[in-house]
């Protein structure tokens, strides 16, 4: 996991036309998504068939949030979330204090997507990203692109990833942030800046997570 710095994050919504600025304060975040490999190796699994460096799909937020708990009791870590086991998101509680692995906060997957450019993306399109016009049309391993200025790689393109965050309680109720786009998306959908929403019981090809702790 790499050291993030503090900073700020201004996230932008395009179906409300609402931006606001957030404080991100300092935290690590995981080079690559949490793998097949890892994931299966926590839950007591074997990837075993040669995919194990393809990120981890399929997840679910709640299988995600359950996961963090479950690699903090094994490294001897606080989880961070209560209510995990429950089966309903409503029910999760981040506790900000413990040191254990968790999602990051949408800010805090912004800020660090960035790395401190202020573009759409942090580098040249084909060079960072996986999607629809050069992935083939499937999953790639970690890693397989350049990374951001930050050392952080496939933070657009290849999956999307899961962010702690309610997207729109209002409208949308519990349904939880994606960010980042995935390998089937149109390059647009590849950018920084874009957020997008959906269920938090989802499991889907295209989905998954990146572990974040406190600093």
Do not use: Q
């Amino acid at each position: 996991m790499l050291p993030i710095a503090g900073g700020t994050a201004t996230l932008h919504d395009r179906r409300t036309e609402r931006s606001w600025t957030a404080e991100v304060a300092p935290f690590r975040l995981g080079a690559v998504p949490v793998t097949r490999a890892l994931y299966a190796e926590v839950l007591g699994g074997d990837a075993g068939d040669g995919t194990g460096d393809l990120p981890a799909v399929d997840v679910s937020w709640l299988d995600a949030v359950r996961w963090c708990n479950a690699l903090s009791a094994r490294e001897g870590l606080r989880p961070v979330y209560a209510g995990a086991e429950t089966g309903e998101s409503d029910a999760v509680e981040w506790d900000r204090a413990a040191d254990g692995y968790r999602l990051p906060a949408e800010a805090e997957w912004e800020h660090a997507c960035r790395a401190g450019t202020a573009g759409p993306r942090y580098g040249d399109l084909d060079a960072i990203v996986w999607h629809r016009g050069n992935s083939g049309e499937r999953l790639h391993e970690v890693a397989g692109r350049e990374p951001n200025p930050w050392g952080l790689y496939d933070m657009l393109g290849n999956a999307w990833e899961w962010c702690f965050d309610v997207y729109d309680r209002e409208v949308y109720r519990d349904y939880r942030v994606i960010k980042g786009g995935g390998w089937f998306d149109e390059h647009w959908s590849c950018r920084a800046g874009v957020r997008r929403r959906t269920m938090p019981v989802l499991r889907i090809d295209d989905l998954g997570f990146r572990l974040a702790r406190n600093a």
